[in-house]
C-alpha cells in the first residue's frame, strides 16, 4: 500500500516562502508523473504543478514564476517551493501520483494547509 504525507504547510505572510514536501512510502513503479493540487473551500480542486517521469515539469498559469516544483527519487520525496503572494494560494495543497500499470491509478495524500494572511 502506498501511502502520501504532505509536511510543511502553516501561516506564512503575503510574499513568505514555504516549501512542501511529499514523502511516499515505498518506491512507486511505472510513474506516469508525480503533481500537487490544491482546493480552496467552495472551489474545485485545481491542479499547481505536475512534473513527469523525465523532468519536465508544467505550471498552472497563476503560479508560474513563483512555484518551484522538483523531486528526489532517491528519497521517495517530491517538492514545492512556494513564493507566495495572493490570497488566493490559501488552500489545502495535495500531493498526487499518477501511475500506469494495467489500469491507471491515483494516489493522494492527506492534504496540508497554506494560509497566507496578514
Known amino acids: 500500500q502506498l501511502q502520501l504525507v504532505e509536511s510543511g504547510g502553516g501561516l506564512v505572510q503575503p510574499g513568505g516562502s514555504l516549501r512542501l514536501s511529499c514523502a511516499a512510502s515505498?518506491?512507486?513503479?511505472?510513474?506516469?508523473?508525480m503533481g500537487w493540487y490544491r482546493q480552496a473551500p467552495g472551489k474545485q480542486r485545481e491542479l499547481v504543478a505536475i512534473?513527469?517521469?523525465?523532468?519536465?515539469?508544467t505550471y498552472s498559469d497563476s503560479v508560474k514564476g513563483r512555484f518551484t516544483t522538483s523531486r528526489d527519487i532517491a528519497k521517495k520525496t517530491v517538492l514545492l517551493e512556494m513564493k507566495t503572494r495572493k490570497p488566493e494560494d490559501t488552500a489545502v495543497y495535495y500531493c498526487n501520483v499518477h501511475q500506469r500499470t494495467f489500469f491507471e491509478t491515483d494516489y493522494w495524500g492527506q492534504g496540508t494547509q497554506v494560509t497566507v494572511s496578514s
Open positions: 515505498r518506491t512507486v513503479a511505472s510513474i506516469i508523473s
Open positions: 512534473i513527469f517521469n523525465g523532468g519536465t515539469t
